[in-house]
């Protein structure tokens, strides 16, 4: 079983940046790959960026390819989504995602994912 928190959320203007953080309770927390959804309202959920167990690979979806960074600190359990130069389309909630059993690439079905943080509401005005 794995809880996950997510922080860091807020309102930002247009062309500004937050970082987003989700700490995980599990002690095998190097055993999952992590990955970063965003809900916009009245959209589907749709995969962000994602990171291997080991950090050593990352993906992103095209759209934030250059501006958003995926990273994570196995020694304290959390991953982190540095996203810069946001636009008021990325208004969304962002969720933080694990799965044991994910393979490499990382899958960007929701349904792949078996735990979920409780999201974190990002809001970027025009």
């Known amino acids: 079983q794995v809880q996950l928190v997510e922080s860091g959320g807020g309102l930002v203007q247009a062309g500004g940046s937050l970082r987003l953080s989700c700490a995980a309770s599990?002690?095998?927390?190097?055993?999952?790959?992590m990955a970063w959804f965003r809900q916009a309202p009245g959209k589907e959920r749709e995969f962000v960026a994602g990171?291997?167990?080991?950090?050593?690979?990352?993906y992103y979806t095209d759209s934030v390819k250059g501006r958003f960074t995926i990273s994570r600190d196995n020694a304290k359990n959390t991953v982190y989504l540095q996203m810069n130069s946001l636009k008021p389309e990325e208004t969304a909630v962002y969720y933080c995602?694990?799965?044991?059993?994910?393979?490499?690439?990382?899958?960007?079905?929701?349904?792949?994912?078996?735990?979920w943080g409780q999201g974190t509401r990002v809001t970027v005005s025009s």
């Open positions: 995602a694990a799965d044991l059993h994910l393979a490499m690439p990382m899958s960007t079905m929701t349904h792949d994912y078996e735990y």
């Open positions: 990171i291997s167990r080991s950090g050593g690979r990352s």
């Open positions: 599990a002690r095998t927390f190097t055993l999952y790959p």
